[in-house]
């Protein structure tokens, strides 16, 4: 689809990108909401919005397609708000790294047959509308969950509008599929580099000292905002435990290795992570 | 100083730049060997060579500085060799991870007041030639390490080889210091970029699944020459062990917190993460 009329709930980094693009790309009313006072008010300069809305009733009145892009702990309340004070013929979609609570919340709040889940797979770890950009989804992978057989046709026109407005790959996926492969691809990393960067950061002998860029790159995730972080581990805190302990596993494994001093274990041990790594190519990579 | 012949040792990314930078920055002789003859032939062809030694005694003959840029377990025999190969006026240092089990190895060669201990801080996670670049090391750390009051002239000539010629930033360092923080800095995150990749790519169900920029970032060192790696991490293994147990207790921290699901503590622990990461600058970032 392409909406006459969007409403953008939340306009951080993400929800700022989805508002500025659909401006930028032609959709005639772009209409956002935010908790944030700065945030709303650098978007609305900014010219990623049409108006600013003093309430979320208020910004998805007239809307033909809602777009709720806050942290995942303000979802639920947000999913029943619009299940009321939007048109009935209005669309609705998240932009949340967790997809199975939210399609629970939106069946809860009657909408399974307006409702798709979105997981756009692109972001930033700068924190609100400063992170914000219109090209943010241009050729991203988005992934998109129907809510069931009900739900079947809003997940096409939310899939379009990913497609046709926001330049981005759109990709149907199931919630509970989505909600594994995240927590052993994107939650277990950001606790391994939160843990990384608190390690290092609090040992008192290494204060101010120089990180190379191959710790920074492995750390640079641990600076994402907090907020966001707390809602998705504990969202799907089931799915990212067993990632938790595997990767648990290995870490052990390495330190015994280490103290045995087997260098062809060890060898071999780090070998096989190459061979991992190397067969991955990352956006915008060249390894 | 700036040698007039320089010989190189292993022409692999890092030996690769220090030849084919010396030889822009004017150094009238440049040889090289390498056991590697496809990064060889390569470097000369790439003409960041002037001749290529078909043995390291034959490369080091007239050398008024020797730069050994093999992987660690091939340093300690090098060394010897160039003690008795090499003119006695020629100084030599060396560009390894690593840096007190090296003044070891020089004191063992007769090499004292001829040696001095280097550790650019710059790398690629390209292996072998390919990785070479004239300009790797500009505006680089070199940490400087000196045999002792007897090795203190040639120091500062190496020191003043990475700035004059290498357009780097040497920094004296401590051989102890140097390791301690580097265990901290850079082995272990190569240790948990490497059993991150391998916890992931080992989960079966996870084949062939994108992966987000986050965890590509995370990963990325994971890539890297196992070969060189081996060898630092065992040589360094009593000052990673430690740095190894402080980060499990944290990976292990976050598994509580996330089983008792204590929101605040969770929050607390992030935040905290996301403090120290944001006080960092990691070479070319903006955070």
């Known amino acids: 689809m392409r909406p006459d009329s969007l409403a953008v709930l939340g306009l951080g980094a993400m929800g700022g990108s989805v508002a500025w693009q659909a401006r930028r790309a032609g959709v005639s009313r772009v209409i956002g909401y935010s908790r944030s006072r700065p945030d709303a008010v650098q978007a609305l300069r900014s010219g990623a919005l049409d108006d600013l809305a003093d309430s979320p009733a208020t910004a998805v009145a007239g809307a033909d397609l809602v777009v709720v892009a806050t ?23 998240d932009i949340a790294s967790v997809k199975s609570p939210v399609m629970h919340w939106a069946r809860e709040a009657g909408l399974d047959d307006r409702f798709a889940g979105s997981h756009p797979f692109a972001g930033t770890h700068v924190e609100g509308w400063a992170g914000a950009t219109p ?51 994107s939650h277990l990393p950001q606790a391994v580099a939160s843990a990384l960067a608190r390690a290092v950061g609090l040992e ?76 991955v190519t990352g956006p915008g990579e060249r390894l």
């Open 204 to 279: 008192g002998r290494l204060r101010s000292v120089t990180w190379g860029r191959g710790i920074c790159d492995s750390t640079r995730i641990a600076a994402s905002p907090p907020e966001a972080w707390v809602d998705i581990l504990l969202l799907n805190r089931e799915a990212v435990l067993p990632a938790m302990q595997a990767f648990e596993s290995q870490i052990a494994e390495c330190r015994e290795i280490l103290t045995s001093g087997d260098r062809e274990r060890l060898r071999a041990w780090l070998e096989q992570a190459a061979a991992i790594r190397r067969g």
């Open 71 to 93: 942290p995942p702990s303000a979802i639920r309340e947000l999913l029943a708000l619009v299940a009321s004070a939007a048109p009935s013929r209005a669309l609705v979609t």
């Open 135 to 185: 090209n943010l989804f241009r050729g991203a992978v988005v992934y998109v969950v129907s809510a069931g057989a009900s739900g079947d046709s809003a997940a096409r026109e939310v899939m379009d509008f990913w497609r046709a407005v926001m330049e981005a790959e759109p990709v149907l996926i199931n919630g509970d599929t989505h909600d594994t492969q995240l927590a052993w691809t």
